[in-house]
């Protein structure tokens, strides 16, 4: 009985199967994923402790728990506006959005999206490992007197990193299927939770400001808006990495729709760790000194001992969830940058760089304090970067040349995203400004404060910053310098206007022709 392209299409390989494919453009054939699936990936890298985590900010810095609740609706919205058309690229070319940003930063320049994506999953990485690593152990101990000693830590810590490690080797398949198991079980969990501390949640909660003109109250608001808003931010390097395998027919709404849903869905955990954390400032609120809080240790003193359980599994669920959505992206672009490794190598080295520095970090140095402040870094640089992406998107009308995309991987010269020797200042540009002075606007008081962290009274305009001047900046840059007509579509440009500049043919790096090349995107 013969099969019809459409079936071939719906085919997945099997889930023990390992990956093969790199950053090169995935064929039509293989794209067997949904929206649904890009949902669930999404929402189980961010539905785990380390979002419990963030959730409890509002708290700490002294807001009641409607105010926190406002400020973390707040954040989370903007956030999933800001990261849903991120989601578009991959189904659109087949490969990461490191790779398509060469359509708007260069051939060369798209090591940019591949570095920023290097440091964000190493942090949140290393994030994940050790919050739910505490969990464990603290559960652990309160249930069965488990000693706290390094050697115990160790143990927690090697644990999660090698069983991340395994189901990124296994690939997109495999993390999808653990995800799908994540999400349901994580979520369970959570609701379960809520029982768990309905008899001393007070939604009451007063904290420290008593009206909207109490000194201090809006850099305490518009800083937990903006935490809650880093947490979209930090998946739009990674959402081509999973969204790739969506067929290109895909409605765009319906892709979009997934990666925006996928945020707002984990009001779930930030909830929780709002309402727990309100409820340990009021019962334990030494747990939560500003100076040196433990959300971590004043969740396991308030929970009821038949929850230390779940705590424990929800601290293993969500440490496999966050690590792998974080270390497969950096795996896959790795061996883009550096094509003499497979995915599946450049996967295992920088899991065993990652579990080091997880190591290093936690035992030698002590950096699981300053990481939280590299992590936010690393965002505000994101940011820009991001909005460089959305309107060069819009700027092409979503038109992009597939071949060209893969010049750099194929260590090739020319085609339409060479620009000026590789690099497309335009966009270089516009984020390079717009990153170094968000960075001078960062204010996380006794961590770091730029240089203009503190023009607008303690409130930490970084981002609001870095977004708004990325915006600006390219479409100025795009006007005053247009870019050539042939990386425009059929239809021409939107909102820009384009130049009759030649367009280099695409040859092998020692200028010799390429023989057959990939048929362009029309």
């Known amino acids: ?46 539905n785990t402790f380390a979002t419990c985590v963030l959730g409890a900010f509002p708290i700490l810095f002294g807001l009641s728990f409607w105010q ?23 189904p659109l070319n087949g490969t990461n959005n490191s790779v398509s940003s060469s359509a708007h930063l260069g051939v060369h320049g798209r090591v940019v999206g591949s570095f920023l994506s290097l440091l964000t999953a190493v942090a949140f990485f290393s994030i994940s490992v050790w919050s739910s690593g505490d969990a464990l152990v603290g559960g652990a101990h309160r249930m069965f007197h488990l000693p706290t000693n390094e050697g115990v830590y160790a143990l927690a810590y090697g644990l999660f990193a090698v069983l991340v490690l395994a189901v990124c080797v296994y690939g997109f398949r495999f993390m999808l299927f653990v995800n799908k198991i994540a999400v349901a079980a994580a979520s369970l969990l959570f609701v379960l939770g809520f029982f768990a501390f309905a008899g001393d949640f007070d939604p009451g909660y007063q904290g420290s400001f008593h009206s909207l003109s109490t000194p201090g109250f809006w850099p305490a608001f518009i800083g937990s808006a903006l935490i809650v808003l880093s947490n979209p931010v930090s998946f739009g390097a990674f959402l081509g ?86 270390l497969y992206g950096t795996g896959l672009d790795f061996a ?66 597939p071949d060209s995309l893969q010049v750099f991987n194929r260590r090739q ?22 990153a170094l002075v968000a960075v001078q606007f960062v204010n996380l008081p006794g961590q770091f404060v730029g240089v203009l962290g503190d023009l607008a009274g303690g409130v930490d305009l970084s981002l609001p910053v870095g977004l708004v001047l990325a915006a600006v900046a390219y479409l100025v840059l795009l006007r005053l ?41 029309v």
């Open 336 to 401: 883009s940058v550096f094509p003499r490794f497979s995915r599946v190598q450049a996967t295992v080295f920088i899991g065993v760089l990652s579990i080091g520095f997880i190591f290093l970090g936690r035992f030698a140095a002590n950096l699981s304090q300053s990481i939280s402040t590299f992590a936010t870094l690393i965002i505000v640089c994101t940011a820009p970067w991001m909005v460089i992406m959305t309107l060069g998107y819009l700027t092409r009308r979503g038109w992009y040349d």
């Open 413 to 434: 010269r020319g085609g339409r995203y060479w620009f000026s020797h590789g690099w497309n200042w335009r966009g270089m540009g516009a984020w390079l400004v717009s």
């Open 1 to 46: 009985m013969s099969t019809s392209p459409q079936q071939e299409q719906h085919d997945a390989p099997a889930l023990t199967e390992i990956e093969q494919y790199g950053v090169e453009r995935i064929p039509d054939a293989d794209r067997t994923a949904r929206p649904l699936d890009l949902f669930r990936v999404a929402f189980g890298g961010a």
């Open 241 to 326: 990495d999973w969204a790739r395998y969506i067929p290109a027919d895909t409605p765009r709404r319906r892709v979009m729709g997934a990666a925006f849903l996928s945020q707002i869905a984990t009001v779930l955990p930030f909830f929780f760790g709002l309402a727990t954390a309100s409820i340990i400032a009021a019962k334990a609120g030494h747990f939560l000194d500003p100076n040196a809080p433990d959300y971590v240790g004043g969740l396991l003193a308030v929970s009821p001992s038949w929850y230390f359980l779940p705590v424990c599994l929800l601290a293993l669920i969500g440490g496999m969830s966050t690590g792998t959505t974080s």
């Open 481 to 521: 310098f247009p870019e050539p007509r042939a990386v425009f579509g059929p239809e021409g440009p939107r909102l820009v206007p384009a130049a009759d500049t030649p367009v280099p043919p695409i040859t092998a790096a020692d200028g010799s022709p390429v023989l057959d090349p990939e048929p362009a995107q």
């Open 68 to 90: 926190g609740l406002a400020a973390t609706g707040l954040g989370l919205v903007a956030g999933a506006l800001i990261l849903a058309p991120l989601a578009l690229f991959g």
